[in-house]
């Protein structure tokens, strides 16, 4: 059974930081492209960050330069270090596993995030 399980959200005042984990069973990490999507309130899911399989990383352009995205593969865990955060990050943050071949794609329960101004 494929598990992913997000921690680390919560309530942050604007400018404050926090770290999101997603830890994934079930599946074999290293072979899967990681990412993180949000849905604010009223608004679609979206993507925010991913990492492939051989590290390189996308961003949303509005998290550039604030949020970073990394794996490690030994604890099949992938991290979302969110710095400099806005009211407008505020969303449950979704954590996704996806492959090409067969294509699966799996996420997470999310995790509240809330940033006050």
């Known amino acids: 059974q494929v598990q992913l399980v997000e921690s680390g959200g919560g309530l942050v005042q604007a400018g404050g930081s926090l770290r999101l984990s997603c830890a994934a069973s079930g599946i074999i990490f290293d072979i899967y492209a990681m990412g993180w999507y949000r849905q604010g309130p009223g608004k679609q899911r979206e993507l925010v960050a991913t990492i492939q399989t051989d590290g390189s990383t996308n961003y949303k352009d509005s998290v550039k330069g604030r949020f970073t995205i990394s794996r490690d593969n030994a604890k099949n865990t992938v991290y979302l270090q969110m710095n400099s955060l806005k009211p407008e990050d505020t969303a449950v943050y979704y954590c996704?596993?996806?492959?090409?071949?067969?294509?699966?794609?799996?996420w997470g329960q999310g995790t509240q995030v809330t940033v006050s101004s």
């Open positions: 996704n596993a996806e492959r090409t071949f067969p294509r699966r794609t799996y």
